[in-house]
């Protein structure tokens, strides 16, 4: 059996770099790609704790986020071709659940998962459905495209907030994900944004990629931040962090009719709040957890976005545990691994 390397959680927080079969298609509707780029999640810390904080199932190929290159197709593939750039959607609808059945597919309670229940993408080769893959365009360069799966998810959070250029936005999260909501507020035009971040290293990163005004939350009040730099409060609070006092305190900071976009996802995290606050300033709350693969694609292509700016280290499959130790110090932001190695021409990042 032909063998390729992978990186594969075996439970308890181990994750081991191996030799595995090569994938073989099963169904017709199945393709195998040569994973060209691969991001590490803040998930994939969580499911590498002790104790998990996130299910992950042993024995499984690690990693959700990747795209990849068509070498293989089954006999029913239909739409795509050898050669073609891809990006997937981890999530596999079961099509049969309340969910599936009432265009809620997003939301499957039956669900398998690339890279948490099911083989993913921290490998040189991946194994998919036709169902769960999006043509790339050949402009947009793996690195980039390795982004799609969490921008398909900030461009759901967003298109259910719909900002507005004259909207004064308060943003929570200053990691891979709140830095990519900065760059996308950027794109739509937001000019009035505070994000509210950890540390100084957080600070610069939001700053850099273009947050107008930042609150380091260890150090300064974001009630005060607000309040200083703004003659009202948030018409629109986005919460990527899901923990914490975070949505405590949103509910103060945000106008009357204003809405609150809860993005960050903590299943141990609890908040009170008062319903008076929300009935008597008729705010809009809302969860989001779905995602908008079409809209991330599009907004890949604009070369204002500039996702490259979040990027800080690029690793190869066989030290992906430095980029994942560095994420977890906070040493990093986003993290590309290359399974078939780095690429020079991805650009002048660190590169461990």
């Avoid at 099963?26 to 104790?51: F, M, N, R, W, Y």
């Avoid at 990747?66 to 997937?88: D, H, L, P, Y």
């Avoid at 009202?232 to 914490?244: C, E």
Wanted: some cysteine; overall charge negative; aromatic content about 6%.
């Amino acid at each position: 059996m032909k063998k390729m390397r992978a990186a594969v959680f075996e439970g308890e927080g181990v994750l081991k770099i191996k030799d595995v079969d090569y994938p073989v298609i099963e169904k017709p509707t199945q393709l195998i790609i040569k994973v060209e780029a691969a991001s590490i999640c803040g998930s994939d810390l969580h499911g590498l704790a002790v104790p998990p904080g996130q299910y992950m199932k042993p024995g499984i190929i690690y990693g959700h986020e990747f795209c990849g290159t068509i070498v293989e197709m089954g006999s029913e593939v239909r739409g795509f071709k050898i050669g073609e750039m891809t990006a997937v959607n981890p999530r596999v609808r079961c099509g049969k659940c309340y969910e599936c059945t009432h265009n809620k597919g997003d939301l499957c309670s039956n669900s398998s998962h690339y890279g948490q229940l099911a083989d993913g993408g921290f490998s040189e080769y991946a194994l998919v459905d036709e169902r769960q893959l999006y043509h790339v365009e050949s402009s947009i360069p793996s690195e980039i495209a390795a982004q799609t799966e969490p921008m398909a998810c900030i461009m759901n959070a967003v298109r259910t907030a719909q900002p507005a250029p004259v909207d004064y936005v308060l943003l929570y999260g200053a990691g891979p994900i709140g830095l990519s909501f900065i760059r996308v507020l950027k794109v739509y035009g937001i000019r009035n944004l505070i994000a509210a971040a950890k540390g100084e290293k957080r600070v610069q990163e939001a700053y850099a990629c273009g947050a107008d005004v930042v609150v380091d939350v260890s150090r300064e009040s974001v009630a005060d931040v607000v309040k200083e730099h703004w003659p009202f409060k948030a018409d629109l609070v986005i919460d990527a962090v899901g923990r914490g006092n975070v949505l405590e305190e949103a509910v103060h900071l945000v106008n009357p009719k204003g809405r609150i976009v809860l993005f960050g996802l903590d299943q141990n995290a609890a908040a009170a709040i008062p319903p008076a606050v929300l009935t008597l300033n008729e705010v809009k709350m809302e969860g989001v957890l779905g995602k908008d693969f079409p809209a991330a694609l599009e907004i890949l292509k604009n070369p204002e976005l500039q996702l490259e700016k979040i990027i800080t280290h690029r690793v190869s499959l066989e030290n992906i545990h430095v980029g994942i130790e560095l994420m977890r110090k906070k040493e990093a932001c986003r993290v590309i691994v290359f399974p078939h190695g780095i690429e020079e021409k991805q650009g002048s990042a660190q590169t461990p």
